[in-house]
């Protein structure tokens, strides 16, 4: 079938819908071995990630303007199915989930657009971003040869197809988007589900394709991906990677800038020295498109990270931070790389490279041709050693870990080892707001005695009855202790044990908090033994399982299972161990305070805050908490420093900020070098200290006064410490 058979079926279909179209206005995105041809030209092309719903509207322009001066034509979404359609058949491109705006926004700076579709994402997101309700579909099985599932992707992937259709949004219709992505990281998934999965992945193929969007679609991660649709590299180096076909280009959909935190764990940096290392090797070997993922990487506002564990900063160590400032040295240096690599440009896309040995550890790599003219890539693979190289009589040095081009094969302009740009210092600044009229509201524990949700026998797995409505299902069953019963004459007390597939539980005896525990991203588990205080007669065991984001990868995530699924027993009796897992369980979705949204501006009014110390409230468990502040002056991002909270949720002025959780980063933080091949737990930072300690409250949330903050704390905390608290570079060092 060759090159030809791939140009013959995809060309006549982009003439064809030109045809359709205004000949004036229509464009074309073709492929060859080479590179991505638009409108008739092979282009070498820098992307960065930039997630619309991570981010608000009102900071999108200065987002995309950033990309652009750092030197990126292309920026990269994902397209989120679960905040699009929450529920079946009812959409929401409002607000944060405006994806034409977006576009639109990017396409106003003149720049292109990849639209990853999935509608699979992963990204870190609360259940890959698909909806919850799929789960409840049905005969569904996720992500395989499923009529069920398929039906409903297909949908919803025409569904936003045709809305960027609608609105000439293709570069086919003279629009930003060049390239459409359809599934995601799929190889792993295929190869786990036999044929089964490689039916599904030739079937999302073609019906991805016979949508006639007059774009190439992409597949990342799926080596077996079908004509025409081209397949693509994610990782930290894809310099190894190779297209399964030689006349489709060699594309990095995912340069991995750094990575992602979870609860607990250290802040992961990846230095920029060792990223234009990777991006350099990429290109040296063919590659010409290269998507930073992430170039911003935003917040996961309300309960949108997944994981399970993962932060509300999703600031992933990118170019631009979570706040929207550049981040220095990275962004410059990878500037500087970008237009070292665009004047090679017309000589790496005319010629194939000729690889020369220079040294043990060194090797050129020369593109050149009459059309192109020359251009050169010398290499130091070495971790540790400087190298010196001759090339063309001419003597270059070359640090550990690093590669110099030479646009003209004679003159090295860049170095991805020489980094001229200094590091920018941000410092958390008070903002002198102050937070006023605080108020609170005790979440009572769940009794036996008011309605619940479902009373069944036996322990209910939680998704199947909170459908993710809450992160929070109360688990209450009673026990009977007899009068003559050694532990109430000052006997040993009786050891409660509760394991959980939950990410975290807390244990309640007769209304009172007898212990907490918590899993881990390592560990989802959140096993738990304590002793406990009993009564004579009755007495109500509450538990109250919490979940911290759902699952966002692995084969039938959706078949995965969560909450108290036991056993729960009671040890040390003088009948002896109690198994209460099969005895009668009352349920009930989420808090009082949810159902009564206390969050809300307009709910305030009709609940019985209570006026008093905070002191007299510290470290009390399921509490709510209210106070006002007026927004500060100036332009300065702004955020709150939670770190004296325990864990629980943030809203300003019904907007949620996330969830928080003051865990202490556990990690080896002892250094970090460039050289050699990364990975996360090379460099390490934030050991000793919460992983995460301050959550962004974008400025267009704030009225200029009297804005309302509510926080519900799970296990304890000292608000009067909390603080509103600004962005602020203070100067390079």
Known sequence: MAATSASKWFLPCVLLLCAALSLIHCSNVTYDGKALIINGQRRILFSGSIHYPRSTPQMWEGLVQKAKQGGLEVVDTYVFWNVHEPSPGNYNFEGRYDLVQFVKTVQKAGLFVHLRIGPYVCAEWNFGGLPVWLKFVRG?????????????????????????????????????IILSQIENEYGPERKAYGAA???????????????????????????DAPDPVINTCNGFYCDYFSPNRPYKPTLW??????????????????????????????VQKGGSLINYYMYHGGTNFGRTSGGPFITTSYDYDAPIDEYGLIRQPKYGHLKELHDAIKRCERAILNADPVVQSLGNYEQVHVFSSNSGGCAAFLSNYHTNSDARVTFRGKHYDLPPWSISILPNCVDAIFNTAKVQHQTTQVQMLSSKAELRSWETFNEEVYSLNEDSTITATGL????NITRDASDYLWYTTSVHISPSEPILRGGKRPVLKVQSMGHGTHVFVNGHLSGSAFGTREKRRSDFAVDIDLQGGTNQISLLSATVGLQNIGSHFETWSTGILGPVTLEGLEQGNKDLSWQKWSYKVGLKGESMTL???????????????LVSVKQQP????????????????????MGSMGKGQVWVNGQSLGRYWSMHANGDCSGCSYSGTFRPIKCQFQCGHPTQQWYHVPRSWLSPAKNLLVVFEEIGGDASR?????RVVIGEQ
Not at 255 to 281: C, H, M, N, Q
Not at 622 to 641: H, I, S, V
Request: charged share 20%; aromatic share 14%; proline share 6%.
């Open 253 to 282: 959909t995912e340069a991995w800038s750094g990575w992602f935190t979870d609860f607990g764990s250290p802040v992961y940096e990846r230095p920029v020295e060792d990223l234009a290392f990777a991006v350099a090797r990429f």
């Open 197 to 223: 999965g490689n039916a599904y992945m030739n079937w999302v193929a073609k019906m991805a394709v016979g949508m006639g969007t007059g774009v190439p679609w992409v597949m990342c991660k799926e080596d």
């Open 622 to 641: 399921l509490t709510w908490y209210k106070a006002y502040f007026d927004a500060p002056e100036g332009d300065e991002p702004l955020a709150l420093d």
């Open 140 to 176: 569904i099985s996720f992500r395989t040869d499923n009529e069920p599932f398929k039906s409903a992707m297909q949908k919803f992937t025409q569904k936003i197809v045709q809305m960027m259709k609608s609105e000439n949004l293709f570069h086919s219709q003279g629009g930003p």
């Open 460 to 463: 209910l797995e939680q998704l």
């Open 722 to 726: 909390i603080a509103l608290v600004k």
């Open 599 to 613: 969050y809300s501006p307009s709910s305030i009014q009709s609940v019985d805050w209570t006026r008093e110390s």
